[in-house]
């Protein structure tokens, strides 16, 4: 069964500090893997996509690695500020079909205190 | 920024309501989708669209339909609604490359 499973649930750290959050999928075929960042009340906004190939990839702070061999991903999130606070969505597209069918983790919710 | 927009926001509805949930994109996308998310819970995709006049339902089960008149629209319509679709749904966009672009989404609670 594909599937997207993501840890922490939750985490809360203090501004300034770095974090890590993990995903781990079972999905194949295998085509791109996605982070996106959801603020409360809001629609998820892309932070980085990885295909296969690709096994590190930067967008300011963060910071998304991609092992494909075990399939793991995680995002590193340097420095933290309160505005990090949001749940951090993991998704990987299959292709399998046209459509590229994308399985979503149910995310982390990450909490910044000041 | 992403050039798509869900109205209403907020809705508050009684049992038995219709409901029509509007999503635009400016961006010329042929594919468009509605996703149907619950609290600490994953997004479900329930409806998509390859381009005008095509419409397809996704893995999720839903009461809702929608249609696709136009390449800028993808309205949600519910006609009798329940307790149980209370939830946010979701309308994304994507380009050719598969990035998908979301709308701020809209919030239903159906009493």
């Known amino acids: 069964k594909n599937q997207v499973e993501q840890s922490p649930q939750s985490l809360i750290i203090l501004e300034g500090k770095n974090c890590t959050l993990q995903?781990?999928?079972?999905?194949?075929?295998?085509?791109?893997l996605r982070w996106y960042k959801q603020d409360t009340g809001r629609g998820p906004v892309s932070l980085t996509i990885?295909?296969?190939?690709?096994n590190t990839k930067s967008n300011g702070r963060y910071t998304a690695t991609l092992d494909a061999d075990t399939k793991q991903s995680s995002l590193h999130i340097t420095a933290s500020q309160l505005s990090d606070s949001a749940s951090y969505i993991c998704?990987?597209?299959?292709?399998?079909?046209?459509?590229?069918?994308?399985?979503f983790g149910r995310g982390t919710q990450l909490t910044v205190w000041p | 920024e992403a050039d798509i927009y869900q109205t209403p926001r907020y809705l508050v509805i009684g049992t038995g309501k219709k409901i029509t949930l509007e999503c635009s994109q400016t961006?010329?996308?042929?594919?468009m989708y509605w996703y149907q998310q619950d609290p600490g819970m994953e997004l479900h995709l329930i409806h998509y669209?390859?381009?005008?006049?095509?419409?397809e339902k996704g893995d999720l089960s839903s009461e809702s339909t929608v249609s696709r008149i136009r390449t800028e629209h993808f309205p949600l319509t519910l006609e009798s609604a329940r307790p149980s679709h209370t939830s946010q749904y979701l309308c994304?966009?994507?380009?050719?490359?598969?990035?998908?672009?979301f709308g701020e989404g809209s919030r239903l609670t159906v009493l």
């Open positions: 998704v990987v597209s299959d292709r399998g079909s046209t459509l590229g069918r994308l399985y």
């Open positions: 669209s390859y381009g005008v006049n095509s419409t």
């Open positions: 994304a966009s994507s380009e050719s490359t598969g990035e998908l672009f």
């Open positions: 995903c781990n999928y079972t999905v194949s075929p295998f085509s791109n």
């Open positions: 990885m295909t296969f190939s690709e």
């Open positions: 961006m010329g996308h042929d594919k």
